[in-house]
């Protein structure tokens, strides 16, 4: 199990409502099965079970648990299939301890073998965490001795929280897994993201690798399994709870869609002075690299076209996952942008530590403030999108090509007039994801949404957004959507179109000419043309109106595929804000 949510919470309150709640919040992070475990006078009572939250809240009853103690998690399987008894909570042979899991134990076949008498119920690796707890509480040890003892001999990721019938007190370990504590007036919460308990508190303490915590009625403890006793500092988040609710929209990706008006311009109010020396020290490097995954790695794209046309630097950019293949070229005077809205992708951050190993600087540009990417990386960019709550990135996209744009200006000791630029595409913003364009957008989704098949082309700069709307498109609707740099065409992609084959095709006043001409290969074997351009093309079949903005053009082309993709998982009875088999952030390589 890689990507999930877990959370827990002990305080004043009926813990069942506030856990499923925080349940409902983190569901992006996993939503093919829920349980909790609370305390109660009875021992440790427990709900769980396979599907979506809103469908097994009835059938489960969460609420019907008493007790002000307690745990639950939202599973997003990638080992053991997804039924009842694979969801969490996990228990050891006597039922006296729970536990919740978030992470992979690589070594849990081992350690299974060694506890060959413990009877296990699943086939999780999760499960056994709790057998080693009650092993340890065998030989004498106390509940937190055990904990902390059978922790330590867990290979792997985790954010672990457990709970023990008799002992009022949650306990918990981090490696390589998210996991914050929120700290509120009636309780304190553990959790692997801020959202789930925004409601109630915004001073939060990041834990770090290796923590292991003890929560009880008095506060908390956290001792460090390498360091020893360590105090983590409170604190305070800017989120509020309205950010991570609907807000009177359908799905949170079509809100997040509407947000790029604001967030794009959040993301360029930068420290002039930090980016100044960020650029000075891409003058100075030996090689610079960009890293990143999915949507990540097209704004990376983008940006090195953008460091190519404007500022005449040569970036490397490369997929985060591929990244050990170019270890070679690193020196410590190479320099490193890590890029991830989440700041948890595990490739990324596997790049992140292989670029440190070799002495290389690396600055990451991460939105989540507090993860492991603004704690790895040697400094960092804010995005400061808000929160992403949608499993597809949408306005931390445009977020990180504004951030690469603003390099590429500073580059050119042109700050100020790129922020202007920014300034005036304000308006562009709100007009592209106003109710006419959606509406206009719908109408083209109705005629694409029983196709099989969508192609999309551009060159230069409008190749990295052709790349980033097949993805949009594909992830969302399940329609088979693919990118092609328009001069490829000709070298094999042609052979798919067909009469009626839609082809979206992104035109620059830059490349017009060249891309027109693409085009029209297409039109003469059939295919139907989706223009996006500022001006209307007479082979056009289809046209969406973009204003014309030049360096900035990525940003605003990108956003009407945002919304056709939007509107085509709609459209097909899908549920836009959480794509089959996919999570938010991806803690596994
Ligand atoms: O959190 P990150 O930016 O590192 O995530 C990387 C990819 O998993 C992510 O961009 C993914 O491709 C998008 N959610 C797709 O919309």
């Not at 000075?280 to 460091?307: D, K, M, N, P, Q």
């Not at 992708?345 to 989540?368: C, F, H, P, Q």
């Not at 980033?468 to 609707?477: D, F, H, M, P």
Request: proline share 2%; with cysteine; hydrophobic share 40%.
């Amino acid at each position: 199990m890689y990507m999930c949510g877990i959370i827990g919470y002990i305080g004043l309150k009926k813990a069942s409502p506030i856990l499923l709640k925080g349940l409902k919040n983190l569901e992006y992070r996993g939503y093919d099965s829920a349980g909790m475990a609370v305390l109660s006078s009875n021992g440790i009572e427990f709900r769980k079970g396979a599907g979506k939250i809103e469908e097994i809240e009835r059938r489960l009853n969460f609420e019907e648990l008493e007790g002000s103690i307690g745990i639950a998690h939202n599973r997003w399987a990638t080992h053991g299939d997804v039924n009842d008894i694979n969801a969490h909570p996990h228990f050891d042979c006597s039922k006296t301890i729970a536990i919740v899991h978030n992470g992979i134990i690589e070594n849990y076949k081992e350690l299974k073998e060694s506890l060959s008498d413990h009877n296990f119920e699943s086939e999780t690796d999760s499960e056994v965490i709790a057998h080693l707890i009650e092993e340890e509480l065998e030989r004498g040890l106390s509940f937190e001795k055990a904990f902390m003892s059978a922790v330590s001999k867990l290979d792997g990721n985790y954010a672990i929280l457990a709970i023990k019938a008799d002992e009022e007190k949650i306990l918990t370990a981090r490696r390589g897994s998210p996991l914050v504590v929120g700290i509120a007036d009636h309780g304190i919460f553990l959790s692997s993201d801020i959202p789930s308990f925004l409601e109630w508190t915004k001073k939060v303490v990041y834990l770090q690798d290796y923590d292991v915590v003890v929560v009880d009625r008095n506060g908390i403890r956290i001792h460090n399994l390498i360091e020893g006793e360590v105090s983590r500092p409170i604190d305070t988040v800017e989120w509020d709870a309205e950010q991570v609710k609907k807000g009177g929209f359908e799905h949170y990706m079509l809100k997040e869609i509407i947000e790029q008006t604001e967030t794009i311009q959040r993301a360029i109010q930068q420290d002039e002075d930090v980016v100044k020396r960020i650029a000075e020290e891409i003058r100075r490097a030996y090689g610079t690299f960009f890293v990143g995954c999915g949507s990540s790695y097209h704004a990376c794209l983008a940006g090195s076209y953008l460091f190519s046309k404007l500022a005449k630097t040569h970036v490397n950019v490369v997929l985060a996952s591929e990244f050990e293949n170019y270890e070679h070229f690193l020196t410590e005077n190479t320099l490193v942008f890590a890029v991830s809205q989440s700041g948890e992708t595990a490739d990324v951050l596997e790049a992140v530590r292989t670029a440190k190993r070799k002495g290389s600087r690396v600055i990451g540009i991460v939105n989540r403030m507090g993860s492991s990417l603004t704690r790895e990386s040697d400094q960092f960019l804010l995005m400061n999108a808000g929160p992403e709550i949608c499993v597809l990135s949408t306005k931390t996209y445009t977020s990180q090509v504004a951030l690469m744009t603003l390099l590429a200006y500073a580059l050119l000791e042109r700050h100020e007039e790129c922020v202007e630029k920014f300034k005036e595409l304000y308006m562009d913003i709100y007009n592209l994801t106003s109710r006419s364009m959606r509406d206009y957008l719908k109408r083209l989704a109705e005629m694409l949404a029983d196709k099989e098949h969508i192609y999309l082309i551009g060159r230069g700069l409008q190749y990295a957004t052709a790349l980033e709307g097949a993805l949009k498109i594909k992830e969302v609707s399940y329609i088979h959507a693919e990118a092609f740099a328009g001069g490829e065409l000709k070298h094999g992609p042609l052979a798919l179109i067909e009469k009626g084959t839609p082809v979206i095709v992104f035109v620059s006043k830059e490349n017009e000419e060249r891309i027109l001409s693409n085009a029209s290969e297409v039109k003469a074997r059939g295919g139907f043309i989706i223009g996006i351009s500022a001006e209307r093309h007479e082979i056009f079949d289809y046209w969406i109106k973009v204003p014309e903005c030049g360096d900035l053009n990525p940003i605003v082309q990108i956003i009407p595929i945002q919304i056709l993709a939007y509107q085509l998982a709609v459209l097909r009875g899908l549920d836009p804000d959480k794509p089959r088999n996919l999570a938010k952030s991806v803690t596994v390589i």
